[in-house]
Nanobody, 130 residues
Framework: QVQLEQSGGGSAQSGGSLRLSCKAS?????????MAWFRQVPGKAREGLAA???????SYVNSVKGRFAISQDNAKNTVYLQMNNLTPADTAMYYC???????????????????????WGKGTQVTVSS
């Protein structure tokens, strides 16, 4: 069973930065699949943020485009989310996901709530204060 180990997150001031990491365990087949970041606040649906596939193609939702950057280290089976210019609206539980489809379809996948991904991390809290 593939496991995703998340790290990073925590608290930041408005305008600050945080970095999230997500490492997939041995056995995860990244070929032609994507990894992504979602977030969720209580009472709301899970929201897609950014995705990256095995070829390095990336996709972002408009709300984070220009502020967040997704990247990966294939040798380490790790994906990162650099979050800059944070606002209180970014406060949420952040989840890493893996095993989703790659390619341009990621744009559509991020508009959904994550059903297209096979594996999930346990989540890490991000809190941004004003």
């Amino acid at each position: 069973q593939v496991q995703l180990e998340q790290s990073g997150g925590g608290s930041a001031q408005s305008g600050g930065s945080l970095r999230l990491s997500c490492k997939a365990s041995l056995g995860y087949n990244a070929d032609r699949h994507s990894m992504a970041w979602f977030r969720q606040v209580p009472g709301k649906a899970r929201e897609g943020l950014a995705a990256i596939d095995s070829d390095g193609l990336t996709s972002y939702v408009n709300s984070v485009k220009g502020r967040f950057a997704i990247s990966q280290d294939n040798a380490k089976n790790t994906v990162y989310l650099q979050m800059n210019n944070l606002t209180p609206a970014d406060t949420a539980m952040y989840y890493c996901a893996a095993g989703g489809p790659g390619g341009p379809v990621m744009d559509w996948v991020l508009t959904r709530t994550g059903d297209d991904f096979q594996f999930w991390g346990k989540g890490t809290q991000v809190t941004v204060s004003s």
